[in-house]
């Protein structure tokens, strides 16, 4: 059977015509109003307050980068894939969300792979006032396939190199492995190449 507008109107007429067919009045008024309520309205505060939320990640991840840019990295500039910070905040959120205090209870390990070595950038704590429940590390990788990543090869090792300043692309690909601190549940690792 499919609810239609006409059925879920409760038209009398449509529900005589369902008397007559065998169905028992009570059980078609329930099923109806079961449907009413099981399909929520999106609450659009909690898409706003997830939106901003995830946003506000992005941002926490960007500083991260720019900050460690010149003092752990020793570069000029980094360029990050579009939409690479946005994918990794929206994983972040997807991992919390399972988590007692969610986000709030996150510490977060930023880390740099460079030729299989892993660089410390930063540890982002989300919220300093809430006893850490989990621990994610973030490992982004460097696209070793651009041009750039040979041209600094080959201008390294020139005379002219001191005044050379590196350019550090990033590959879209990263690591996020959560821990949990209160569980004896093993962690969780995506990967995206």
């Not at 570069?75 to 990050?80: E, Y």
């Not at 991992?95 to 007692?100: A, W």
């Not at 396939?145 to 080959?154: E, L, N, V």
């Amino acid at each position: 059977m499919v609810a239609t507008g006409s059925l879920s109107s409760k038209n009398s007429a449509n529900i005589s015509e369902l008397l007559d067919r065998g169905f028992h009045p009570g059980s078609l008024l329930s099923d109806f109003d079961y449907w009413d309520y099981v399909v929520p309205e999106p609450n659009l505060n909690e898409v706003i307050f997830e939106e901003t939320t995830c946003q506000s990640l992005v941002k926490m991840l960007e500083n991260c980068l720019s900050k460690s840019k010149q003092t752990k990295l020793g570069c000029s500039k980094v360029l990050v894939p579009e939409k690479l910070t946005q994918r990794i905040a929206q994983d972040v959120l997807r991992l919390s969300s399972t988590e007692p205090c969610g986000l709030r209870g996150c510490v977060m390990h930023v880390n740099l792979e460079i030729e299989n070595v892993c660089k410390k950038l930063d540890r982002i704590v989300c919220d300093s006032s809430v006893v850490p429940t989990f621990e994610l590390t973030l490992v982004f990788k460097q696209d070793n396939c651009s041009w750039t990543s040979f041209r600094d090869f080959f201008f390294s090792r020139a005379r002219f190199s001191s005044g050379f300043r590196r350019t550090l692309i990033l590959s879209s690909g990263f690591r996020l492995v959560k821990k949990k601190l209160y569980s004896l549940i093993g962690t969780t690792v995506i990967e995206e190449s």
